[in-house]
């Protein structure tokens, strides 16, 4: 019913930024909150940021500061502004969201996921 599309992941180096995006693709749903997971290897996916509908956003202590979640409801779309990014944040990103369905009824979704690698 409804697909998450992830792009924006790739290679940069220390200290650099990244702009990844996630668009929801379907019909017959109303988007709830959206937000963004991280799993690097031989770790435990973790929560890095999410957003309400109306805009209010939580962030991990990690990465608080230095990424900025962002989304346009019009577009179903959500964004992780990342920056001063080091070795530690490379992983793979997977956009989340929760939204409900034509029944009014809440599910979950995720995305593909993309790789984001944070090497000199």
């Known amino acids: 019913q409804v697909q998450l599309v992830e792009s924006g992941g790739g290679l940069v180096q220390p200290g650099g930024s990244l702009r990844l995006s996630c668009a929801a693709a379907?019909?017959?749903?109303?988007?709830?909150?959206m937000g963004w997971f991280r799993q690097a290897p031989g770790k435990e996916r973790e929560s890095v940021a999410s957003?309400?509908?109306?805009?209010?956003?939580n962030y991990a202590d990690s990465v608080k500061g230095r990424f900025t979640i962002s989304r346009d409801n019009a577009k179903n779309t959500v964004y992780l502004q990342m920056s001063s990014l080091t070795p530690e944040d490379t992983a793979v990103y997977y956009c989340?969201?929760?939204?409900?369905?034509?029944?009014?009824?809440?599910?979950?979704?995720w995305g593909q996921g993309t790789l984001v690698t944070v090497s000199s």
């Open positions: 989340n969201a929760h939204y409900i369905n034509t029944f009014w009824r809440d599910l979950e979704v």
């Open positions: 379907g019909s017959g749903f109303r988007m709830n909150a």
């Open positions: 957003i309400t509908v109306s805009g209010s956003t």
